[in-house]
């Protein structure tokens, strides 16, 4: 069965700081992970995907993130941290089948953002 | 740029009345769900729906959930008899036809429910 593990609920940086959202996650077959965002009243939105290739995968706003199969992570990062970044962040890992994908999210992770 | 619109973006309900949440996904999406997001919780899964069928569902799901695709463009959930715990916001999700689909789901605004 899937699952994702986001580790720390809530994240604090300063502006132009490094962004790090930890992501933890098990499946049974090569999965297709994700990072979505959520600004307050907004429904989610990709940032991100791996589903096959390269392991570093790049997403709008400046964020990456890197599959480790070893590992079994998924952690996303930007380098330096806008007062816009501020917003909910998820994991997400897919299965496929034959309806589709069954995608499960992590907990989130509170991103905030201090001037 | 396509996207997913839901209807209404707030509705405030009696315990035990019946409440139906509108969905209208992009429109070549084959694959069509909803989830549900408990205030301050996680995103959960609720269905997914294919081919006019539903192809899985969640624990969650039960028999006072139904879902349904009327026409070619609206996607339906009905809770039959609300309770308090029912009180979320509910997002609306479609995925593209399989052979271009990665997995990718395009999010509605959700639909905010309070059951008083």
């Known amino acids: 069965a899937q699952s994702v593990t986001q580790l720390g609920s809530h994240v604090s940086v300063s502006e132009g700081a490094l962004v790090l959202l930890r992501c933890n996650y098990s499946?049974?077959?090569?999965?297709?992970l994700f990072w979505y965002v959520q600004y307050p009243n907004q429904g989610l939105q990709l940032l991100l995907k791996y589903t096959t290739g390269a392991t570093l995968v790049k997403g709008i706003n400046g964020f990456e993130a890197e599959f480790k199969k070893s590992e079994t992570s998924f952690h996303l990062t930007k380098p330096s941290a806008h007062m816009s970044d501020a917003a909910e962040y998820f994991c997400?890992?897919?299965?496929?089948?034959?309806?589709?994908?069954?995608?499960?999210f992590g907990a989130g992770t509170r991103l905030f953002v201090k001037a | 740029e396509p996207e997913v619109t839901q209807t209404p973006s707030h509705q405030v309900t009696q315990m035990g009345q019946e409440v139906i949440l509108r969905c209208v996904p992009i429109?070549?999406?084959?694959?069509f769900y909803w989830y549900r997001q408990i205030l301050g919780q996680k995103v959960e899964f609720l269905v997914s729906f294919y081919n006019n069928e539903i192809s899985e569902k969640s624990e969650i799901f039960d028999d006072q959930f139904s879902v349904e695709r009327p026409d070619g463009s609206n996607f339906t959930l009905k809770i039959r008899s609300t309770k308090l715990e029912d009180s979320a916001m509910y997002f609306c999700?479609?995925?593209?036809?399989?052979?271009?689909?990665?997995?990718?789901?395009?999010f509605g605004e959700g639909s905010r429910l309070t059951v008083l």
């Open positions: 997400a890992v897919s299965d496929r089948y034959t309806g589709g994908f069954k995608t499960i």
């Open positions: 999700a479609s995925s593209e036809r399989q052979g271009t689909n990665t997995g990718e789901l395009f």
């Open positions: 499946s049974s077959v090569p999965p297709y």
């Open positions: 429109s070549n999406h084959l694959y």
